[in-house]
């Protein structure tokens, strides 16, 4: 057996990044690539959006108290456990019960959460406000032992 060098071949080197795929340092600028988002995101659920989202929209209003002065009488308080107990249940209640309608829900989850990635602090607030007007004025229809 030969203790030469040239008994193992080594690769010269690894060939260099390309410079449009090396991502930037601030990893999460508005200028990030979407493309990944579209690799990680659920699948498609075709013309459920509007309905996934209403059915979000009511249980956040199942699942969240709402500020003081919009209490009703005979209310009652939901505590943060009970919050994702109630959320967690309705969503594996769904996927059984309407695994497209689901999908759809998934989704808009996926959308949301990126939209808000990429915005400044200012512009979360407002769409943050809007969202809880509009939940708040859902959650006056709803009956009050809805989240029981």
Not at 24 to 51: H, Q, Y
Not at 83 to 111: F, K
Not at 127 to 139: E, Q, V
Request: aromatic residues 6%.
């Amino acid at each position: 057996m030969s203790d030469s060098k040239t008994s193992r071949m080594q690769p010269a080197s690894r060939p260099a990044a390309r410079p449009d795929a090396v991502s930037s340092p601030n990893a999460r600028s508005p200028n990030v690539d979407k493309r990944w988002f579209d690799i990680l995101a659920p699948p498609k659920a075709r013309g459920r959006k509007r309905k996934a989202r209403r059915w979000l929209d009511i249980l956040t209003a199942r699942c969240t108290n709402g500020i003081p002065r919009e209490r009703r009488p005979g209310a009652r308080y939901i505590s943060f456990d009970e919050s994702v107990r109630i959320r967690q249940s309705s969503l594996d209640e769904l996927e059984v019960r309407d695994p497209l309608l689901y999908r759809a829900v998934r989704e808009v989850m996926w959308d949301n959460l990126i939209s808000d990635l990429g915005i400044t602090r200012e512009e979360w607030r407002l769409r943050a406000t809007r969202h809880m007007r509009r939940i708040a004025k859902i959650r006056a229809t709803l009956p009050l032992d809805v989240a029981t």
